[in-house]
């Protein structure tokens, strides 16, 4: 309690400050903004488990999301400070299987309350910055998380992530720029509400990233990326049949990576960048399962976007890259992915977004040779499509909309569970990896804005 009073007579004492003229500078206009927030969402997913339903039966899902919150953002010349988010239930309101047979818990013990808050101080000059911000949240939605929107855990598991930056830029001369940013990341989960779901492993994470620039002309420019850092996985619990589980430790690991980049602006609302280079992965710990191998693997990375205000925004992505969360199952992916949205008008417009992707399972690097026939492969496709209305705006800021969204995620992988997709004498269970998902979700968004001051 004492902490949060500190807290509070410091945030007061940062606002008197931003709010008063300095001793000895020059008196500086500030402003700011508030924009209470009231959400309602409804959600509906066709597949909760994410898995092949031959094999488990299908769920259906439906859940309403009831969120209030505020943002307010208070700011002068050379200082911003931003604290925000949003505090929620979400209820679980219908299964169309039988939930409380499967699971063996009833439906209204997967209702929760979500979080999400952000705070932020920047210190801004013409040539030098510091960010400094903090991100609470949790919810239940995973692929949030995870680096795959389709996967074994879906929409089940509850979690709280928790993200801190700190993020310094400036200026060497005309034409370089450096960045330098550090992230500290913990991602806990509860335990489960059933006693058949066993939890994902809780994970922590250091990384430091650092970017250099180099204006080459008016329109492109080089850099060199570098970053590295350390993910760490707490142990397990997996399910070993009559009810009985055992706790198992998972691989830890370094990575470090490099990657050459190039930027060109056809116009000012058009760019490109490409960049490519390596990654190294060290493993450490012990994982009581796996004996997960060292390596390196290339990194590729291109992006286009182009967008015209109230008219038009469509990107364009592709990369080979390998997943970070993993949890002793990492896997290697190249996709590619485009977005398109278009402007009606001011306050009415449409958006779709699809992408491809094939995960690579390196049964040798992961020893998994002893459980797999072969590598694993999976093919996904996302999709989404959606149309939002905003009913009210003013200040060019949309104070009540309307959103409606539909969502399709597709995998087949090679991992069928058939016998002869897996080794012989393997005595676990014989696992289809294929899955159809669909989702869809309704919103209604009530954020009126309150400017003190400019209202630019």
Same mark, same amino acid.
């Not at 990341?185 to 335990?191: A, G, L, Q, S, V």
């Not at 049964?363 to 996904?380: H, T």
């Not at 800021?397 to 959103?403: E, H």
């Given at each position: ?299 590729? @990375?291109? *992006?286009?976007?182009? +967008? #015209?205000?109230?008219? &038009?925004?469509?990107?364009?992505? %592709?990369? $080979? ?89 597709? @995998?087949? *992988?090679?991992?069928? +569970? #058939?016998?002869?997709? &897996?080794?012989?004498?393997?005595? %676990?269970? $014989? ?26």
């Amino acid at each position: 309690m004492q902490s949060h009073k500190n807290l509070f007579k410091l945030v007061m004492i940062f606002f008197i400050l931003m709010l008063t003229p300095g001793l000895n500078r020059p008196a500086q206009a500030a402003s700011a903004k508030f924009i209470p927030k009231l959400f309602i969402g409804y959600n509906y997913n066709d597949n909760v488990d994410s898995v092949d339903d031959k094999y488990l039966t299908q769920l259906e899902m439906q859940w309403v999301d009831y969120l209030l919150g505020m943002d307010g953002n208070i700011k002068s010349q050379y200082y911003s400070f931003t604290l925000g988010g949003w505090a929620g239930y979400s209820q679980y309101v219908n299964a169309s299987t039988e939930l409380e047979d499967v699971l063996n818990v009833k439906l209204r013990r997967f209702d929760y309350y979500n979080l999400s808050l952000y705070g932020g101080f920047q210190y801004l000059r013409p040539s030098f910055a510091i960010d400094l911000s903090d991100t609470i949240k949790q919810d239940r939605r995973i692929a949030d998380i995870f680096e795959t929107a389709i996967s074994e855990f879906s929409e089940i598991y509850l979690y709280t992530d928790n993200v801190a930056t700190a993020e310094v830029r400036f200026n060497a001369g005309q034409r370089s720029t450096f960045l330098f940013r550090y992230d500290y990341e913990t991602i806990t989960f509860p335990e489960p509400e059933s006693d058949y779901l066993a939890a994902p492993a809780d994970v922590y994470r250091h990384s430091g990233f650092a970017r250099i620039d180099y204006q080459v002309s008016p329109k492109a420019k080089i850099a060199l990326d570098l970053q590295g850092g350390q993910w760490g996985y707490s142990a397990v619990k997996v399910p070993v049949g009559g009810g009985r589980w055992v706790e198992r430790d998972l691989a830890d690991y370094n990575y470090y990576q490099a990657l050459l980049a190039f930027e060109y602006n056809f116009t000012p609302r058009s760019s490109i960048e490409l960049s490519g280079g390596a990654e190294q992965r060290q493993y450490f710990g012990e994982s009581e399962q796996r004996d997960l191998m060292d390596h390196i693997l290339p990194v590729g @990375r291109i *992006s286009f976007y182009s +967008g #015209e205000k109230y008219r &038009y925004s469509l990107s364009a992505s %592709g990369e $080979y890259a390998e997943s970070h969360y993993g949890q002793d199952q990492f896997f290697t992916y190249g996709q590619g992915g485009a977005a398109f949205t278009y402007y009606f008008g001011k306050t009415l417009y449409a958006g779709i977004s699809g992408s491809y992707r094939q995960d690579t399972f390196n049964r040798e690097m992961l020893d998994l040779e002893n459980v797999w026939s072969e590598d694993r492969v999976d093919s996904v496709i996302i999709a989404q499509a959606s149309i939002g209305w905003d009913v009210l705006r003013k200040y060019d800021t949309p104070y009540l909309s309307l959103i409606l969204g539909y969502g399709y995620d597709w @995998r087949d *992988s090679n991992i069928d +569970g #058939e016998i002869g997709d &897996y080794v012989d004498g393997y005595r %676990g269970a $014989y696992y289809s990896y294929d899955a159809v998902v669909q989702s869809a979700m309704f919103q209604v968004q009530f954020n009126p804005t309150i400017f003190v001051g400019s209202s630019k």
